[in-house]
């Protein structure tokens, strides 16, 4: 039986990314991708071990952006763009982390869903 030779893992070299960050209340998850759409990372605090109320926490969120960050200065990432999502205490700490570890950010651009006027309410509670 012939043996199929592996192919390489090429390295991708980007020098701008996007990183859409999604922040709820019990977790907070980023994916970096390039402009056009393409996933390259991925990371969320229980990835990196958090577990339960603590996946929720900006100091969480901040790990989460450090790693990140590390993982993109071998891609060779210099600049930035985010889009933040939802809530969440994480929302500003990624930013700074991303900001701390030398990355330069272009565009910060708030993406949370609004309804304009939304589906039909609850009906009220009768006590």
Not at 7 to 26: E, G, H, L, M, P
Not at 44 to 57: D, H, M, V
Not at 71 to 78: I, P, R, T
């Amino acid at each position: 039986m012939a043996y199929k030779k592996k192919t390489k893992k090429v390295k991708r070299q980007v020098d701008t990314v996007v990183a859409c960050v999604t922040s709820t209340f019990n977790n907070t998850l980023v994916s970096i991708t390039t402009p056009s759409g393409d996933v390259l990372l991925g990371g969320s605090a229980g990835r990196l071990g958090f577990k339960g109320a603590r996946k929720g926490t900006p100091f969480a969120a901040t790990q989460i952006g450090a790693a990140l960050a590390k993982e993109m200065a071998n891609m060779g990432v210099k600049t930035v763009e985010v889009n933040l999502r939802g809530p969440g205490s994480g929302r500003d700490s990624i930013v700074r982390a991303f900001q701390a570890s030398g990355l330069n950010i272009s565009v910060l651009r708030d993406t949370t869903p609004i309804p304009h006027n939304g589906c039909r309410a609850p009906k009220k509670r009768r006590v």
